[in-house]
Nanobody
């Protein structure tokens, strides 16, 4: 089992920045890929970014490219999502996820991920 705990959400004005953190514990060595997803009210959960834990390669949804950066600190078993230039449409609950499937990097599907955090709210005011 892998436990994931997100932090860093909050209320920010448009154009502002936030950094989300996802601390992993448990059988972290069994995970190959970690990602961030988000879900706005009334909408489906949406892929945001992913990172390979062995090679550090990253992938993003088009709407956040150039504004968000996913990174990892292997010593701390923590993954970050630096969010700059926030827009009201970025408002959502953000979830951290871990996958034991190496191919999860090549799909944006939430079904490829095995473990999820509880989520952290990000609200961007206009």
């Amino acid at each position: 089992q892998v436990q994931l705990v997100e932090s860093g959400g909050g209320l920010v004005q448009a154009g502002g920045s936030l950094r989300l953190s996802c601390a992993a514990s448990g059988r972290t060595a069994s995970s190959f890929v970690m990602g961030w997803f988000r879900q706005a009210p009334g909408k489906e959960r949406e892929f945001v970014a992913t990172i390979g834990l062995t090679d550090g390669r990253t992938s993003y949804v088009d709407s956040v490219k150039g504004r968000f950066t996913i990174s990892r600190d292997s010593a701390r078993n923590t993954v970050y999502l630096q969010m700059n230039g926030l827009k009201p449409e970025d408002t959502a609950v953000y979830y951290c996820a871990a996958s034991q499937k190496s191919w999860a990097y090549f799909t944006n599907s939430a079904s490829a991920y095995d473990y999820w955090g509880q989520g952290t709210q990000v609200t961007v005011s206009s």
